[in-house]
C-alpha cells in the first residue's frame, strides 16, 4: 500500500513562491500518474496539475497556468509543485494523488492520496 506525504506548505505573501513536495514510500510512484489537487475553504476540490509516469507530458488547470511547474523524480520516489507568483486565491489545503490512468487523476479518481499541506497566501 503506497502512502503519499506531502511537505513544504506555509503562509507567504502574495507574489511569493513555495515548492510542493509529495513523497512516495510503500510503492513505486514512477508507475502511476501523479497530480496536485487543492481544496479552499467551503470550496469542492479542484485540480492543479497532472503529469505522467514518466514525467513527459503535464497539464494544468487555467487558474495556474504559467505560474505553477508540476516536475518528478522517479529515482527520489517525489513529486513537486513548484508555485511561483502565489495570489490570495492559492490559498488552500494542497493534495497529491496518484492514479494508473491520466482521466482517472483527472477525473479526481485516485487510486492513493495524501493527508494535504496547507498553502495560506497573504495579500
Known amino acids: 500500500q503506497m502512502q503519499l506525504v506531502e511537505s513544504g506548505g506555509g503562509l507567504v505573501q502574495a507574489g511569493d513562491s513555495l515548492r510542493l513536495s509529495c513523497a512516495a514510500s510503500?510503492?513505486?510512484?514512477?508507475?502511476?500518474?501523479m497530480g496536485w489537487f487543492r481544496q479552499a475553504p467551503g470550496k469542492v476540490r479542484e485540480f492543479v496539475a497532472i503529469?505522467?509516469?514518466?514525467?513527459?507530458?503535464?497539464d494544468y488547470a487555467n487558474s495556474v497556468k504559467g505560474r505553477f511547474t508540476i516536475s518528478r523524480d522517479n529515482v527520489k520516489n517525489t513529486v513537486y509543485l513548484q508555485m511561483n507568483s502565489l495570489k490570495p486565491e492559492d490559498t488552500a489545503i494542497y493534495y497529491c494523488?496518484?492514479?494508473?490512468?491520466?482521466?482517472?487523476?483527472?477525473?479526481?479518481?485516485?487510486?492513493?492520496w495524501g493527508q494535504g499541506t496547507q498553502v495560506t497566501v497573504s495579500s
Open positions: 503529469i505522467m509516469a514518466n514525467g513527459v507530458s503535464t
Open positions: 510503500g510503492g513505486t510512484a514512477s508507475s502511476f500518474f
Open positions: 494523488a496518484a492514479s494508473t490512468g491520466w482521466a482517472r487523476l483527472k477525473a479526481h479518481i485516485g487510486d492513493y
